[in-house]
């Protein structure tokens, strides 16, 4: 294969759920960059739309579309709507996801009081938010016997993080239906589709940063821990993120499927000693 093909990605179509934030957002305007046709679904419709005008003000081609990764029915519609106006998916980005301070422990709230229905929500977030949407789209691609998944997962899926826990035992899923589904579309599908997932270190976002930063914007004492934990000495920007995607979608890692890539600064190296 020649060296400019390894990450040639112009002309395929690409679904990223939750492409509204900060991360996937940015997920969305680098594949645009390479020629990538992409569908921005979010929540919100406004988020989506901020993204894909920005995308489209670049040159590049993005639909922005209103989708709820807990319902089936609203998945379909905006399926439908990529479809139609994009053509068949290639490329499907597991973004959306998030936490809760009410599945998080703290001073004020003990791991003996957390309400189920706050774990229920974060679990479902983020995995159910990524089997619902793997169902509808990966269906889409198991028609054409080809395609490729990347899901988001994190740190907190490795090393569960203190306080955190709804949202680590969320991420831990993520990583497990990787693999399961990599293995299940390759053996029971098409072995042209593969799934893999990046783990994300630590990188400020709107959800998290009750736990990094206090009301003066300085670090808390657990950012200050995360930062000194991290070999490289800093927080996750967007654009570290971005490698990592292109290489996973592109035909460079054409062999790679069921693997759960980190990106975090050499956080999962360091024993802390």
């Known amino acids: 294969m020649p060296r400019d093909s390894l990450f040639d990605l112009d002309g395929r179509v690409a679904v990223l759920t939750g492409g509204g934030g900060v991360l996937v957002g940015a ?3 680098e594949l645009a960059a390479r020629g990538v046709k992409v569908a921005v679904l979010d929540l919100s419709a406004e988020a989506a739309e901020t993204v894909a005008a920005g995308i489209r003000e670049a040159g ?10 807990l319902e089936r029915e609203s ?18 980005v597991n973004g959306a996801g998030g936490n809760s301070p009410k599945a998080t422990t703290s001073d004020t709230l003990s791991f003996f009081d957390i ?5 229920r929500f974060v679990v479902d977030l983020n995995l159910v938010g990524t089997v619902l949407p793997s169902q509808v789209f990966g269906r889409r691609m198991g028609e054409r016997g080809e395609g490729c998944i990347v899901n988001v997962s994190s740190m907190n899926s490795f090393r569960p993080l203190t ?3 709804g949202y680590s035992a969320a991420k831990a899923a ?8 990599a293995v299940h579309l390759a ?3 098409s072995p042209r589709i593969r799934v893999n997932a990046i783990a994300p270190g630590f990188f400020e976002t709107a959800q998290n940063r009750f736990l990094l930063r206090g009301e003066d914007g300085e670090l808390t004492d657990r950012g200050r821990q995360i930062v000194a934990h991290t070999p490289m000495g800093r927080f996750g920007e967007p654009a570290d993120l971005l490698g990592a995607l292109v290489w996973l979608v592109s035909p460079a890692a054409g062999f790679v499927s ?4 980190p990106v975090d600064g050499g956080f999962s190296a360091f024993s802390g000693v």
Request: net charge negative; glycine share 6%; hydrophobic share 55%.
């Open 27 to 29: 997920m969305a305007r």
């Open 115 to 119: 309400p189920p229905d706050a774990l």
């Open 258 to 261: 069921g693997v759960i890539v």
């Open 187 to 189: 053996q029971n599908v």
């Open 174 to 181: 993520i990583n497990n239906f990787t693999q399961w589904l």
């Open 60 to 69: 590049g081609t993005a639909l922005a579309a209103k989708a709820n990764v």
């Open 75 to 92: 998945l379909e519609t905006a399926a439908a709507a990529v479809e139609a106006e994009l053509g068949p998916v290639d490329i499907l």
């Open 163 to 165: 306080r955190i826990l």
